[in-house]
């Protein structure tokens, strides 16, 4: 009896032990089913958003063929290719004290920069930053603008050891005023909408210098508006006063635009122009620029048409700062959703934009053994707690490809400016002959950058600048160099109302 209770135990214990050990086998088999599916993700991501140098050659090709239709004929390209009636940059010959607005958002900053007249020679700036109280912007026209003239005049009158201008002169200003302008001179331009959280509805189709210059003359002061200006045309002036050769400037920040200087001719719908300069720069709008040569992937299709502006600025979602951090989300949530690797799906993995660009290029440039960063932003930001380590890797993969098609993809757009004015060196390399031999030359050509994404975005730079040497190749792409600027939008501002100047020079831009 004893051994029949014994052997029935030892067959129940059997029993169970098979139970579980099938549980584990079939654990183990859907863990490696699921593990397939969310590598199979990231190789499709992979495969979407490849950029090898013959595609981005394509998008050079393209971005050069929409740069001439914009500048063809009005709305003949996606690019709005704006006149700024911008041609005399600064040389470094400037000499004096000028002024900056920069309204560009909730907050405006006032500068005054002291010149001393040799390139690269800025005595001193000093800054103002002053946040706009909220019923102001959407109040009216005055107030808005009576409001930044009183901060605007406390400020001139803080000025020490600066002697007040003769008779004869007046303190010039260079305003940064980043919202939709149509430009009429370099100094004026009317607003076609607000953005930004701002909502002046007497202000729009006003010219934007005329409504500050009528506030600073309520106030009593004497100053004019030289210089109405976005921050890319600021930064090209900033870039320009340190080294003659820049000829482009780019911002990838929250968002990305560029600017180059054209040749006054080749502007075909604007014909007779003529400046001073025989050249113009012109705001190109990049993020708006499209192609069927961009790498588009379900992710990219999916955020453009939940986006609050759809099938609009497609370059700007694959490439700028305020977009990045929102396809890595999406690429999550999607491996969630395939597998258990994360555990339960997240419900902040449904929330647009809640991982931003800072956050992904953390999780990127983690070189903790344990990825610790990875592990404490899909925690705290995600709330996906107890993430293994080679999922952690998977994430910063996947930071890492979405990351280094934006990053391409700009330089391939950069590489188009060139291409557009003939510094990409498809033109051939012209060859000198000396008493040493003969030597290969080419311009020397520099691009102003400025905007946290190619700055502090230690990854996103090293793509850019390493596709820019693909495309180029290796006997153009030293003659092109990328110059980090700082604060085009303030500094660059105050140094185009010196250029512009009725000291400097008279603003010459005519249609005949």
Request: charged share 25%; proline share 3%; aromatic share 6%.
């Amino acid at each position: 009896m004893g051994k029949l209770v014994v052997a029935a135990a030892a067959s129940g214990c059997a029993v169970v032990a098979c139970v579980v050990a099938a549980l584990m086998v079939g654990r183990s088999v859907r863990r490696r089913r699921g593990w397939r599916r969310v590598v199979r993700v990231l190789e499709e991501l992979e495969e979407g958003c490849a950029t090898p140098v013959g595609r981005l050659r394509q998008v050079v090709d393209a971005m050069a063929v929409e740069m001439h239709a914009g500048l063809a004929s009005e709305g003949g390209s996606k690019l709005k290719m704006l006149l700024t009636y911008v041609h005399n940059l600064p040389t470094g010959n400037e000499k004096g004290i000028y002024y900056a607005l920069d309204l560009g958002g909730t907050n405006f900053r006032v500068l005054r920069v002291r010149l001393g007249g040799q390139r690269s020679a800025i005595i001193e700036h000093d800054v103002d930053r002053q946040p706009i109280p909220q019923h102001l912007m959407t109040s009216t026209s005055e107030e808005l603008f009576d409001f930044i003239a009183t901060s605007l005049n406390d400020f001139v009158e803080r000025e020490e050891n600066v002697s007040k201008p003769s008779q004869k002169e007046r303190r010039e200003l260079g305003f940064t005023f980043s919202f939709p302008v149509k430009q009429i001179s370099s100094s004026s331009g009317t607003l076609i909408k607000w953005t930004k959280g701002f909502s002046v509805e007497d202000m729009v189709g006003k010219d934007v210098s005329q409504c500050l210059q009528q506030a600073m003359s309520r106030k009593g002061m004497d100053m004019r508006v030289t210089a109405l200006i976005n921050d890319t045309v600021g930064t090209l002036a900033l870039g320009h006063y340190h080294d003659e050769d820049t000829v482009a400037a780019v911002i990838f920040g929250t968002g990305t635009n560029a600017c180059y200087l054209e040749r006054a001719d080749a502007i075909i719908k604007s014909q007779g122009l003529l400046t001073t300069t025989g050249g113009m720069v012109v705001n190109m709008e990049w993020g708006n620029f499209w192609s069927s040569h961009l790498p588009r992937t379900s992710y990219d299709v999916d955020l453009d048409a939940e986006s609050p502006n759809p099938n609009d600025q497609g370059f700007e979602k694959m490439i700028s700062g305020m977009y990045l951090g929102d396809i890595v989300r999406r690429v999550i949530l999607q491996m969630s959703q395939e597998s258990d690797v994360f555990g339960p799906v997240s419900s902040k993995l449904d929330e647009p934009f809640i991982l931003r660009t800072p956050l992904i290029a953390a999780m990127h440039e983690d070189d903790s053994p344990n990825l610790n960063e990875v592990a404490r932003i899909l925690k705290e930001t995600l709330k996906i707690p107890d993430v293994p380590l080679n999922v952690r890797k998977l994430v910063v993969k996947v930071c890492d490809v979405v990351t280094c098609r934006a990053a391409r993809l700009a330089a391939a757009g950069i590489v188009g400016i060139l291409k557009k004015i003939g510094r990409d060196g498809s033109g051939g390399i012209a060859s000198v002959k000396t008493r040493n031999g003969i030597h290969n030359k080419m311009r020397r050509t520099v691009v102003a950058v400025e905007g946290g994404l190619y700055t502090n975005y230690t990854m996103f730079r090293e793509y850019l600048n390493e596709a820019m040497g693909q495309i180029l190749g290796e006997d153009v792409a030293p003659y092109v160099i990328i110059k980090v600027t700082e604060d085009g939008s303030g500094i660059g501002a105050a140094l185009l109302a010196a250029s512009h100047s009725a000291s400097e020079v008279v603003d010459s831009v005519q249609l005949l």
